[in-house]
């Protein structure tokens, strides 16, 4: 798979988004968009083909959750990657049934990031992180 692909990263400026840009660069994919609102975030993937979203949980004026239904409901199958703090068995299940692709509970690891990349991406082998 092409290492340029096109990435959207939904969440907080201040702490997710950073992080998962930090982490998808280490492992070599830089074609990363970044926003922090549900609603601006459905307007870009309908103008830009992208192939991977990543969003965090709890987002600006809706949920992750509520973002991800809308971005199944138009019938994009964009892969999707959940990010989120606290949720139970019952949410990762709803997302699962909503259309998520891959979830993942922070703090993230670098290496469960990784894996579920790979997974999602079948990318067979990225860069190795750096220590941090």
Request: aromatic share 6%; glycine share 6%; with cysteine.
């Amino acid at each position: 798979m092409d290492r340029n692909i096109s990435i959207l990263v939904v969440g907080n400026y201040q702490s997710t988004v950073p992080v998962v840009k930090d982490l998808l660069n280490q492992l070599g994919l830089s074609n990363i968009d970044k926003e922090c609102d549900g609603a601006v975030a459905l307007k870009k993937l309908n103008e830009t083909p992208y192939e991977l979203v990543i969003s965090e949980w709890n987002i600006e004026s809706m949920s992750g959750m509520d973002f991800l239904k809308e971005v199944r409901a138009t019938g994009n199958n964009v892969r999707f990657m959940m990010v989120a703090e606290q949720c139970g068995v019952q949410d990762v299940l709803a997302a699962k049934e909503a259309g998520v692709d891959n979830f993942i509970l922070k703090p993230l690891n670098a290496g469960t990031f990784r894996d579920k990349l790979q997974q999602m991406l079948g990318i067979q082998a990225f860069k190795t992180f750096r220590a941090m």
